[in-house]
């Protein structure tokens, strides 16, 4: 009889030790899955940077780029820099200009910061009436302090120029162009 409840308690004792250890598995699956969520909803929460309006081209006679960003993410985003790189658009001459910004202030959820970028080289062209296509190329790093994250967003933008002293529409450069840009920043040593 007493082999009998051995045998009895060693089934039992399996049975056990198997059910906590799916007990223990399937706690561990649920604590994955949880940090997974909250890292997912922390990265979706993060600050991004989108165009307020359209980046447009202001004053006929000495063209200026105003780039206004809204930030649309949920946090605010600390300590944005931007570096700015003009370019032709044929890719055959060095830059027109390289200029790198600095914003001290926080920028919290739909608040917006304004980029302008101007050249003089850009002037003289449009004192002549006619300035050829160019691309825009933006880069943005910035922080979300919540998170303690660094952030960075490249942005490709042409503007078609001038002719005639009508100044002509920016968009956003398409896929090939950019793989163009890309290859002349590196042909010229340019890092972003």
């Known amino acids: 009889m007493i082999k009998k409840k051995n045998k009895l308690t060693r089934y039992t004792t399996m049975i056990a030790t198997v059910a906590s250890t799916v007990l223990a ?15 997912e909803e922390r990265e979706a929460n993060r600050p991004y940077f989108t ?3 359209s980046p447009e081209v202001v004053d006929h006679e000495s063209p200026e780029f105003e780039i206004k960003f809204t930030n649309v993410g949920e946090h605010p985003a600390i300590g944005l820099w931007s570096k700015s790189i003009v370019i032709n658009a044929d890719l055959k001459t060095k830059p027109i200009a390289i200029n790198e910004y600095a914003l001290v202030n926080d920028i919290p959820k739909n608040a917006s910061a304004t980029l302008v970028i101007e050249s003089d080289i850009l002037k003289k062209q449009a004192a002549e009436g006619t300035v ?3 691309f825009v190329v933006i880069v943005l790093r910035y922080e979300d302090p919540i998170i303690d994250e660094q952030f960075e967003q490249v942005l490709y933008i042409k503007w078609n120029g001038m002719e005639d002293g009508k100044l002509l529409v ?7 162009e950019k793989q163009k840009i890309n290859n002349y920043l590196k042909r010229h040593k340019i890092n972003l």
């Open 51 to 53: 165009f307020q309006d």
């Open 170 to 176: 920016t968009t956003h450069a398409e896929e090939e």
């Open 132 to 134: 050829p296509p160019i």
């Open 25 to 39: 598995i399937t706690a561990l699956i649920t604590v994955y899955i949880t940090i997974s969520a909250w890292k």
